[in-house]
């Protein structure tokens, strides 16, 4: 079988690398098809990939292309992880929004619906190319914000693309860990939007173990989520949110923290894997060395002013180690490929699970996938709170998807206006003439 996976010169590529080499299954994945618009790029992560597979007998072979169509056709899967405008573009989304007193982040409020109007338009191009030249392939979409674009690429695909993140099953593998439940042997009760949601159940042999998790204050401070929101929130709410809600529980801490530092997220990654691609092309034959040095460094710091904001330490191996999109990704596909029955968390049609979307919004829920796709399963509806939440952000996205198709700034006026974490009209108006002087692929958005 073959995978494509598209921004295949991006840094975490060899994570998907490395989940195929481990799978000696039949009908296992035999050509991975790199296409990125950086040819620099594809070279170094392609030295990467090659040093990986050195020493495994009939590795995936892997070859490279900047030509969209040829990378699209014979395709079985494709892995969607583009980030258009690269990190540089990135540094704007967080920059912008901090100078303007709103929080800055690639994904949450500001950062997101910008990212997200720049993204749109050629996701759905790429939805348009697969559609034409690989209808039969199964899209697995990573390309962030992964429910907005995920949303924006059904009219083209239908079921067959399907949103991946590893937030959701990161947060319930370590909740069953801290209690010594077998994570395989879990049903995780999650729900909500992409870095958005929350797990409001962790049944096991019949029995839900959360109200056990959140009575325990030591089993709570030896994860990561427990720490980074504190036992007491977690037992008023009832449940324990993804990771991202953070930024929204904690808004005003998380901003005066953000605004503290030398240098926003994006601005370290840039400088990081700037000098990690510089340092690859001089020398090839440390790819994989110097790959595996900047992981370390980039896992190590990831949301770090959340965890300043919280007190709660360093990431530890297991935090670290709770499985990462890759595993997704490859679970997904073999599910699919070989018709086993798998459970995995999506981000796919809501399809009247959640009483308060539409059928046609995509969510982030349980889904029992095989041969056919996925199918969202029955969760435990969302609270008022939650729902209030999760209703508001939807809408902000669906007016971002309209004003990418549409190029209109009234739309895209009311997706920044109507974010929870845009407190202004005003900041909404200053927010996206600032991004459509900063960013090209926003220009037609200038007052």
Known sequence: ????????????????????????????????????????????IGAVLRQQAAAVVDA??????TDLDEALR??????????VGGLEGRTVDERVALDLGVL??????????????RTLPVAVRIAQRIAALAPEAW?????????????????????????????????GRRAALALGVDPATAFYDYAGLNHLGWLRGLRSGGVDHLPSLLASGDALASFEEGRLFGADWLRSLGSIPNEYLHYYYFARETLAAVQAVRQTRGTFLLEQQSAFYAETARHPEQALELWQKTRAERESTYM????????????????????????????????IAHNERASLILNVRNRGVLRHLDDDAVVEIPCTVDANG???????????????????????????????ASGSRDTALRAFAWHPLID?????????EAYALRLPELARFRG
């Open 304 to 335: 770090v002013e959340s965890r300043e904001v919280a007190d709660a330490g360093e990431r530890d191996e297991r935090d670290m180690a709770a499985g990462g999109y890759e595993q997704v990704a490859l679970s997904l596909m073999r599910a």
């Open 74 to 83: 014979g395709a079985d899967f494709v892995f969607s992880a583009i980030r």
């Open 60 to 65: 995936p072979v892997v070859t490279e292309t």
């Open 1 to 44: 079988m073959r995978l494509t996976i598209l921004g295949g010169g991006g840094f975490r590529v060899p994570l998907v690398y490395q989940a195929l080499l481990g799978d000696r299954g039949d009908g296992r994945i035999t050509s991975v098809v790199l296409f990125d618009t950086d040819r620099g790029r594809l070279a170094s």
């Open 374 to 404: 996925a199918v969202p399963v029955s969760v435990s509806q969302l609270t008022d709170h939650q729902a209030g939440l999760v209703c508001s952000v939807k809408a902000v996205e669906r007016a971002t998807i309209e004003a990418a």
């Open 139 to 171: 899209v697995i979409n990573f390309t962030n914000p992964a429910g907005m674009v995920t949303e924006a690429m059904i009219p083209y695909l239908g079921d067959r693309v399907i949103g991946i993140c590893d937030s959701p099953s990161g947060l």
């Open 424 to 432: 202004s009209v005003t900041a909404a108006g200053k927010l996206l």
């Open 104 to 117: 800055g982040q690639e994904t949450v409020g500001a950062g997101g619906i910008a990212y997200g109007l």
